[in-house]
């Protein structure tokens, strides 16, 4: 694909994805091209994904091109779950819509690719009703988090677990929804980290009601701030985004809650 006015390329250009080892694959040429990054620093991101060697291996492919000067240099292929773990950390408004094009793009090539499989051998309990407001109802507040719309969240998960509709979710689609949601509301993206940090202020609410949290529960502070620091996959809190303190102060209010919970079950069990 030509680079040429990349900077000014719409966000309906189609997305291209490449075939490598019979599985679509998205090329770091085109992420940095359509996102509009410069391919070393996609590289870069890449590099660092904090993530185990297997799953490096099976997710993102080696590969290279011809520059200008026609030398040899590097570039990856990579999986779908590659590009999400990758894009994670891509944000923005035009960011988004990017990333929801390149899951569109999966889909497409990816129901290219499968034989529908024999009448009567598939297994299918579609979600309960209740359990799929209930996950939409956590979306919602995901949404909130990110300060996106439902309808940018809802199809970019649904690019993300491979399901045309999350209203017509099985049981087992329904617990992958839940894996990468809760991923996606905890975790600071590697690329994040450390930028565009908070200030003491902007830390307060986050330091008070570790402190409120600290005094009415089990564990000590320092314990409860190295839960919140491994959550987030953060070393500490000066590691964390402004952008991030509003999942942060999420994830305190859910063990508050949780611990809450047990110690009034606990008292009742015992009256």
Not at 125 to 130: C, D
């Amino acid at each position: 694909m030509s680079k040429k006015d990349s900077k000014n390329s719409e966000v309906s250009t189609v997305v291209e994805l490449v075939m490598e080892k019979n599985k679509p694959m998205a090329s770091s040429l085109v992420v940095a091209e359509l996102f509009e990054k410069q391919h070393k620093n996609v590289l870069r991101d890449i590099n660092e994904l904090e993530i185990p060697d297997e799953y490096r291996q099976l997710n993102f492919e080696p590969s290279s091109y011809l520059n200008k000067q026609n030398k040899e240099q590097p570039s990856f292929n990579m999986t779908r779950d590659g590009f999400s773990l990758l894009a994670m950390g891509f944000t923005g408004h035009k960011a988004m819509e990017w990333k929801i094009k390149f899951l569109e793009a999966f889909n497409a090539m990816e129901a290219r690719l499968t034989i529908p499989p024999a009448e009567g051998k598939l297994l299918y309990k579609k979600a309960k009703p209740e359990a799929v407001r209930a996950f939409e109802g956590v979306a919602r507040y995901w949404c909130f988090l990110e300060g996106i719309s439902w309808e940018q969240g809802k199809r970019q998960i649904e690019g993300v677990i491979r399901v045309p509709d999350i209203y017509e979710m099985d049981a087992l689609a329904m617990d992958s929804a839940w894996t990468y949601l809760r991923m996606c509301m905890r975790i600071v993206p590697p690329k994040m980290r450390g930028n565009d940090i908070c200030s003491k202020e902007e830390l307060s609410p986050v330091n008070g009601l570790l402190d409120y949290w600290a005094y009415c529960g089990q564990s000590s502070r320092d314990e409860l701030l190295g839960s919140l620091c491994e959550d987030m996959c953060i070393d500490s809190l000066e590691c964390l985004p402004k952008s991030y303190v509003p999942h942060a102060v999420s994830i305190i209010w859910e063990g508050i809650n949780n611990e809450s919970g047990r110690n009034h079950a606990q008292q009742k069990a015992s009256n």
